[in-house]
C-alpha cells in the first residue's frame, strides 16, 4: 500500500510518516514548509528507500491533480494545516485559505484520480465550549475560534466528498505532547503557534521570562483552563486503528474522538512539568485569549470499542517526552 501523506514534514505528519515507513508502507510526503522544515524530511530520505516526497502546497491545484496522478496512490492521511487558535483570531483569511481552499483542492485531485480512502486530522477546537463534558462525537460542532471554524468546513467538504462512493475518517485530535521514542520529529516550541507546552518549553529553555498563564478565573478546580492531552505515540496508534477500520468496515464516513478521556488543568501540567524535569517554571497571569475554552476533554468510548485503540502514556511521559526531545534537538531549532 502506498500512502500519500499531506503536512508530512509536520510534528503529527511527520511521526505518521516515520512509523508508517518503519512498518514497511511505502509513503509518498508533501509539505509546503510554511509551519515546519526539511529537517526531518531529509532523515527520512537518508534511512527509508520507500519515502518519497515532493515540495508542494495544496492550494497548487493543478500541481496537486499532476502528482496524484503519477503516482499510484491507495490512502491519502491529511494532516496538513495551519493550527494555532490565537494565531487563526489574527490572520483568518490566511487559515481558510490555506485549511479549507487545500482540502477541497485535495479532494478534488482525489476524486478526478479514483483514490477513494481518506484520513483527516481534525481537532477538539471543533466543539467550542461544550457545555457537556466529556465530548462524544454526536456533539454538534459549535467552534468558537477561527481554527476550529475552518476545521469544521474541512470536515463538510469530506462528509459531502464521501457520499460518492468514497471512505474517510475523521479523528478529532485533542491535545497532542511529547514526542515518539526515536524523536527525529518533534513540536517546535520556538515556532508561533503558542500551545501550552511550547510555552512551557520557551520558558524551561531561557527563551521566555515566564510562562503565561491566560485566565486564572476559569470555572474549574484551579481557575485555570482544563484540556484532555494526549501523548503523540498514543495519537498515532489511533491512525493505525483507523487504517485498519477504514479497509475491513463497511462505511463511507465516520468520526472518533482520540483523547485520554481525562482532563488536566494548566497548573497542573506545569506542576507535572516541573516535577519530571527537576526545573522551575516562572508564571504570570495574564487575561483570557479570545477562543480559549474552560473545559475540554474527550469522550473516548467510542473509539476504545470500535477502533480497539486505548490511551496508554499519562502527563508525566508526555511532559518529559517533550523536554527531552527539544534538548536532544535543539542545535535544529
Known sequence: MRIFVTGAAGYIGGTFCFEMLKKGFSVLGCDNFSNST?????????????????????????????????????????????????????????????????????????SKNAIRYLIYSSSAAVYGN??????????????????????????NLIKKWSINGNKAVVLRYFNPLGSHEEMLFIDNPFSDHGNVISSILKTSFGKSEFFPIFGDNYDTADGSGERDYIHVADLIEGHFAALLYLEKQNINYDIFNLGTGRSSSVKELIKKFEEVTGLKIKTKILKKRKGDLSVSYADCRKSNKILGWKCKRGISEMCLDAYDSVKKNLDEL
Open 38 to 110: 526539511e529537517i526531518g524530511i531529509r532523515k527520512l530520505q537518508k534511512r527509508f528507500p520507500n519515502f518519497f516526497f515532493k515540495k508542494i502546497d495544496l492550494c497548487e491545484k493543478k500541481r496537486i491533480f499532476n502528482l496524484m496522478q503519477k503516482n499510484k496512490i491507495d490512502t491519502v492521511a491529511h494532516f496538513a494545516a495551519l493550527k494555532s487558535v490565537p494565531v487563526s483570531e489574527i490572520h483568518p483569511e490566511k487559515y481558510w485559505k490555506n485549511n479549507v481552499d487545500g482540502t477541497k483542492n485535495l479532494l478534488e485531485a482525489m
Open 130 to 155: 461544550a457545555t457537556v463534558q466529556p465530548v462524544q462525537e454526536t456533539y454538534t460542532p459549535n467552534p468558537e475560534s477561527v481554527y476550529g471554524k475552518t476545521k469544521v468546513e474541512c470536515e
